[in-house]
């Protein structure tokens, strides 16, 4: 971790629990991973909101568990926001980022974001490659499982025996889906 946001990393933390009552928008939260942090930080007991492009069964579940999401570009959402997040693939000129930028808010692109949530985790597991990460993710998830270690799991995919793409578990192991777009792995 860089310093910079060692700094941020830091400065966030309360006691044990960095997100406690933290508003967190989330630009894109519509996302198979987006969707998944989003419920981590429920977890975490922050308050989520955000805005995606289009409705859908993901949206539908973020609802049903009480973040408030929008379609279509909220620029006044950004207003009551500790952290904005947002996705590699909203645009630079997206107008919630715009906003966030204008009124100075603490803004990650998601694969950041979600590498100050590992921190929270004793340990981490991240899976990543080109091809086979979700498949390699459920079957490390189902292990782990299997072997009744309780693990918090966010995965790139749809995994039946959890029910979705994102199990909350204890503290002790996150195994989770790393990205390659971009770099994000990183």
């Known amino acids: 971790m860089d310093n910079n946001l060692l700094k941020v990393y830091?400065?966030?933390?309360?006691g044990d629990i960095m997100f406690e009552n933290k508003k967190i928008h989330m630009i894109g939260i519509g996302g198979i991973s987006m969707s998944g942090i989003a419920q981590i930080l429920l977890d975490h007991k922050a308050i989520v909101s955000g805005s995606d492009a289009q409705e859908g069964n993901t949206i539908d579940m973020l609802r049903k568990l009480g973040i408030n999401v929008q379609i279509g570009h909220h620029p006044e959402m950004i207003n009551d926001a500790d952290i904005v997040v947002y996705t590699a693939a909203i645009s630079e000129n997206d107008p919630e980022r715009t906003e966030a930028k204008k009124l100075n808010k603490e803004m990650y692109e998601r694969a950041e974001f979600l590498g100050m949530i590992s921190k929270e985790y004793k340990n981490c597991i991240c899976i990543s490659?080109?091809?086979?990460?979700?498949?390699?993710?459920?079957?490390?998830?189902?292990a782990f499982l299997t072997a009744q270690l309780n693990p918090t799991i966010q995965i790139g995919a749809m995994?039946?025996?959890?029910?979705?793409?994102?199990?909350?578990?204890?503290?002790?192991?996150?195994?989770?889906?790393?990205?390659?777009?971009?770099?994000?792995?990183?």
């Not at 830091?10 to 309360?14: G, I």
């Not at 490659?129 to 189902?142: A, F, N, R």
């Open 159 to 186: 995994l039946p025996e959890i029910n979705g793409n994102t199990k909350i578990g204890s503290k002790d192991y996150l195994i989770m889906e790393a990205c390659e777009y971009v770099d994000s792995f990183l």
């Open 129 to 142: 490659g080109t091809h086979g990460k979700s498949t390699t993710t459920g079957m490390v998830s189902m």
């Open 10 to 14: 830091n400065k966030l933390r309360k």
